[in-house]
């Protein structure tokens, strides 16, 4: 029998984590990826990739998200004052890529619908969940958005997609090492 050697004792950091301790540890906690939308006041659609997400309250109904206040259609969004979170399946990569980036246009070709209730709904997605903006709160670099849920919408059947260390599937993560995705955005980019 061979004696295990004993655990390091955790020796604590002496000052902040930087960004990038702050993306690699937290890293290791999966998340979905959804799709916040909204129509600016202008009428033009608006969206982007999201996935700090979250189930708040069941009475009454409400959720929320986070949103780099600096992004460039969260206040367009906050500004209309209703959103709908797209909740994307493990397949819809060429989504996240449009909505992931701040380069091109994310509607262009893109097969939308109008919602009952004034939003963009994107096709395919695992769910819905439509929404108006309940209270936003300044958290560091990112806005805490509670919204109020007008209607669900379940619409298909299907695996999450799941964001875990820098990639977008838990069995192919590449490890601990967070680098941008194939349609070059990432950590670092402003989701919002």
């Known amino acids: 029998m061979t004696a295990k050697s004993p655990t390091p004792p955790v020796v604590p950091e002496k000052s902040a984590p930087t960004p990038q301790r702050m993306r690699q540890a ?102 819905r969940v439509h929404a108006e903006v309940h209270d936003v709160r300044g958290a560091g670099d990112h806005d805490v958005v509670t919204g109020r849920v007008l209607g669900l919408e379940p619409v298909a059947d299907g695996r999450p997609m799941l964001f875990f260390r820098g990639g977008f599937d838990v069995e192919s993560s590449p490890g601990p090492a967070v680098a941008p995705g194939p349609w070059g955005w990432g950590w670092g980019d402003r989701w919002g």
């Open 26 to 127: 937290l890293g290791a906690f999966a998340t979905g990826v959804t799709v916040v939308t909204g129509l600016a006041p202008d009428g033009e659609p608006v969206g982007f990739a999201c996935q700090s997400f979250a189930s708040v309250s069941l009475t009454p109904p409400l959720v929320l998200f986070c949103a780099d206040h600096r992004g460039r259609a969260w206040p367009r969004i906050r500004e209309s004052g209703r959103f709908t979170v797209n909740v994307l399946g493990a397949e819809q990569s060429d989504l996240c890529g449009r909505f992931g980036s701040g380069r091109g246009r994310k509607y262009e070709g893109l097969g939308w619908e109008l919602s009952p209730w004034g939003t963009p709904s994107l096709p395919g997605v695992l769910t």
